[in-house]
C-alpha cells in the first residue's frame, strides 16, 4: 500500500536554528509530493510541491524542499526558523495511479522565541 | 477567487445521532474531497466527488457518505455517530482534470464533537 512517513513528529527548536523535516514515500513510478502547513486555528495551506524537474523546490516563508528519488524522501529545509513557523507540518505524495494524495501524520513543530 | 468554504464550522452532536457538513469548493474546481483529521492519526481521505459522483473511496464503514450537487458544492454525511467520530473534517477541492498533477486547496474544517 502506498504511504507517507514522517520521523519526526514533534519538534522543538529555538528561533534562528536550522529545521529539516524528513519525510519519506512508498511508491513507485511518477510522484507528485507535496509539504503543506497548518498554523494554529488555522487551514492547511500549500507550502511547496514537486511535480517535475529541479528537485530542489522553494517555498512560501522561505521553505525549501529536496526531492531524492533514489531515497523516495522530500525532506522540508529552512536555514533559520522563526516563532511565527510554530505549526502542524504534513508531508503529502500523489501517485501509483492516483491523483489523491496520501498524508503522512505530521510534525508538530514549536519554535520558543 | 474565493477559497473553499465549510459550515458548519463547530458541531456538537450526541451519540447516535446523524450529521451533514457542507463544502463550497473554489469557483470552477470540479473535484471535492473530504478528509478526517484526529491527532493520532492525521489525515484520513474519505472520498473524493467530481461531476455529482463518487470517483474514490478511502476505508471508512459505510456510516459516512456523501454527495455532490451540480454546482460542485458537496455534503458529507454521517449517521449514527459514535465517539470516535469526533475529529475535525476537512474538504479539499482540486480542479480534477483526470491524469493531471494537482494541489488541493483545503478549507478550514468543521470540528465536530460527539458527546
Known amino acids: 500500500a502506498q504511504s507517507v512517513s514522517q520521523h519526526n513528529h514533534h519538534v522543538i527548536l529555538s528561533e534562528a536554528a536550522s529545521l529539516e523535516l524528513g519525510c519519506n514515500y512508498s511508491?513507485?513510478?511518477?510522484?507528485?509530493l507535496f509539504w503543506y502547513v497548518q498554523y494554529p486555528g488555522q487551514h492547511l495551506q500549500l507550502l511547496l510541491k514537486?511535480?517535475?524537474?529541479?528537485?530542489l523546490v522553494k517555498g512560501i516563508k522561505g521553505f525549501e524542499a529536496e526531492f531524492i528519488k533514489s531515497k523516495f524522501s522530500f525532506n522540508l529545509r529552512k536555514p533559520s526558523v522563526q516563532w511565527s513557523d510554530t505549526a502542524e507540518y504534513f508531508c503529502a505524495a500523489q501517485g501509483g495511479g492516483s491523483y489523491i494524495p496520501t498524508f503522512g501524520r505530521g510534525t508538530s513543530l514549536i519554535v520558543h522565541p | 477567487k474565493a477559497g473553499v468554504t465549510q459550515t458548519p464550522r463547530y458541531l456538537i452532536k450526541t451519540r447516535g445521532q446523524q450529521v451533514t457538513l457542507s463544502c463550497s469548493p473554489i469557483?470552477?474546481?470540479?473535484?471535492v474531497s473530504w478528509y478526517q483529521q484526529t491527532p493520532g492519526q492525521g489525515l484520513q481521505f474519505l472520498f473524493e466527488?467530481?461531476?455529482?459522483?463518487?470517483?474514490n473511496k478511502g476505508n471508512f464503514p459505510g456510516r459516512f457518505s456523501g454527495r455532490q450537487f451540480s454546482n460542485s458544492r458537496s455534503e458529507m454525511n454521517v449517521s449514527t455517530l459514535e465517539l470516535g467520530d469526533s475529529a475535525l473534517y476537512l474538504c479539499?477541492?482540486?480542479?480534477?482534470?483526470?491524469?493531471?498533477?494537482?494541489?488541493?486547496?483545503f478549507g478550514p474544517g468543521t470540528r465536530l464533537l460527539v458527546l
Open positions: 511508491y513507485g513510478g511518477t510522484v507528485n
Open positions: 479539499a477541492s482540486s480542479p480534477g482534470l483526470a491524469g493531471g498533477a494537482e494541489t488541493q486547496y
Open positions: 514537486y511535480f517535475s524537474g529541479d528537485p
Open positions: 466527488y467530481f461531476s455529482e459522483t463518487q470517483r
Open positions: 469557483s470552477g474546481h470540479r473535484s
